[in-house]
């Protein structure tokens, strides 16, 4: 076992890969890859590209729609982070949320994570991209932010 970052090992990285690529999620464009194509990042993270209806979200930092996503944090053990999908800042139907889970017995809670991403992936996969832009630009969710 090899200590990457903090409490994260690439045991650790590579159960959260599997976990996660057997639902459908892939490797941020941000997140190192080894030659196999898996990661060798200290922090990974994974999107969840059926969001949105399955419709390609361009990211123009925060002002962009946020897809459903995961990463492993190492602060305190190893722990998942899930962020939802949704506007950053956005208002309180479409605000992003943050789910963090702390590990169980120095590991990854892989049980706890199905519970969350299983209301969450479906959630995810049947917003608009189109109705979070306007509510972005023309309706709450520009209200609550500082973006502009």
């Known amino acids: 076992m090899t200590i990457i970052h ?10 959260l890969h599997d976990f ?16 196999r194509g ?6 990974p993270e994974w999107y969840f590209p059926p969001a949105f209806r399955g419709v390609a ?13 995961c990463r492993l944090r190492g602060a ?3 722990r998942i ?9 956005g208002c309180d139907r479409h605000d992003v949320g943050e789910h963090d889970l702390p590990p ?14 299983t209301p969450l992936e479906a959630d995810a996969s049947a917003l608009d991209a189109t109705d ?3 509510c972005r630009f023309f309706g709450p969710c520009g209200e609550n932010n500082y973006l502009f």
């Open 57 to 69: 979200i361009h990211e123009l930092g925060e002002i962009s729609p946020a897809h459903l996503h």
């Open 6 to 15: 903090d409490y994260i090992d690439d045991a650790h990285i590579q159960q």
């Open 132 to 134: 979070l832009v306007h």
């Open 20 to 35: 996660l690529t057997t639902r459908g999620w892939e490797l941020s464009a941000h997140t190192g890859r080894d030659d």
């Open 81 to 89: 982070v899930i962020v939802t999908a949704g506007n950053f800042h």
């Open 38 to 43: 898996r990661p060798d990042d200290p922090e």
């Open 104 to 117: 169980v017995n120095a590991g990854l809670d892989l049980n706890r994570a199905t519970a969350v991403l």
């Open 76 to 78: 305190h053990g190893p």
